[in-house]
């Protein structure tokens, strides 16, 4: 069985950063996307960041610049930097991983001073 588990939440002042860790356990032959999404209150799971095994990486438009995306294949781990943080940065974020397609329980990252 697959399992993903993200750590580094918390409570951020506007303009601070934070780094999250998303680790994946379990029979996993070869990771081809890692990706981080968010979903703030009232609002739809969206897209953080993705990065392929192919070693592109893409991240929305609201992050770009702010945020980055790095992955250890090794350690079968994804970090999300975030620097630059923002009020509506606030949501909880999810670490997604596939093969197979496997979600994390969320960790809810808190921008407010």
């Known amino acids: 069985q697959v399992r993903v588990v993200e750590f580094g939440g918390g409570l951020a002042q506007p303009g601070g950063s934070l780094r999250l860790s998303c680790a994946a356990s379990?029979?996993?032959?070869?990771?081809?996307?890692m990706a981080w999404y968010r979903q703030a209150p009232g609002k739809q799971r969206e897209l953080v960041g993705i990065?392929?095994?192919?070693?592109?990486?893409n991240y929305a438009d609201a992050v770009k610049g702010r945020f980055t995306i790095a992955r250890d294949n090794a350690k079968k781990t994804v970090y999300l930097q975030m620097s630059s943080l923002r009020p509506e940065d606030t949501a909880v974020y999810y670490c997604?991983?596939?093969?197979?397609?496997?979600w994390g329980q969320g960790t809810q990252v808190t921008v407010s001073s």
């Open positions: 997604m991983i596939s093969p197979p397609t496997t």
């Open positions: 379990g029979t996993i032959f070869s990771i081809n996307v």
């Open positions: 990065s392929s095994s192919t070693g592109d990486t």
